[in-house]
């Protein structure tokens, strides 16, 4: 029997991870102009993950996802946040913006805001994604235990 769900929900979920995954990139972009912002967009970007893990099952999810680049954009985003903080004490202040401001209500607008939400959005979504999968595989092996 093959991992994962049926047939039907491979297909669905194939097709909401992308608009899932569109979808957490616009919140993180766009998160100073609207409802949102780093946290928010790296969430729904790990939820479009996790939705990938539950409908293909774990070794699928694997060769898509390994666990190496979990591990690698979590720390990118760390290390994108500590830069932005760093270049913007060298500009002359903690977080300082050291980007020129562009049109008010333009994605240009928030200067460095928008470099610390894409951070934090790798940040958070592959620290919330290698959460889950680290409980997923706990769960199976706890299962594998206690059967006979």
Not at 86 to 107: C, K
Not at 128 to 135: D, E, I, V
């Amino acid at each position: 029997m093959p991992a994962g769900m049926s047939l039907i929900v491979k297909t669905v979920a194939r097709l909401a991870v992308s608009f899932i995954t569109v979808f957490g990139i616009y919140i993180i972009i766009y998160g100073h102009l609207t409802p949102g912002g780093g946290f928010a967009g790296g969430t729904i970007l790990a939820a479009g993950l996790v939705l990938l893990l539950l409908a293909f099952g774990r070794q699928r999810a694997r060769q898509i996802v390994t666990h190496e680049a979990v591990i690698t954009w979590d720390c990118m985003g760390a290390l994108g946040f500590a830069a932005v903080a760093v270049l913007g004490y060298v500009a002359g202040g903690f977080f300082v913006n050291f980007l020129a401001r562009g049109e008010p209500y333009h994605l240009a607008s928030g200067g460095t805001i928008v470099l610390s939400n894409s951070a934090i959005g790798a940040k958070v979504g592959a620290g919330l994604f290698g959460m889950f999968w680290a409980l997923a595989a706990f769960r199976s092996s706890r299962t594998k235990e206690e059967q006979p």
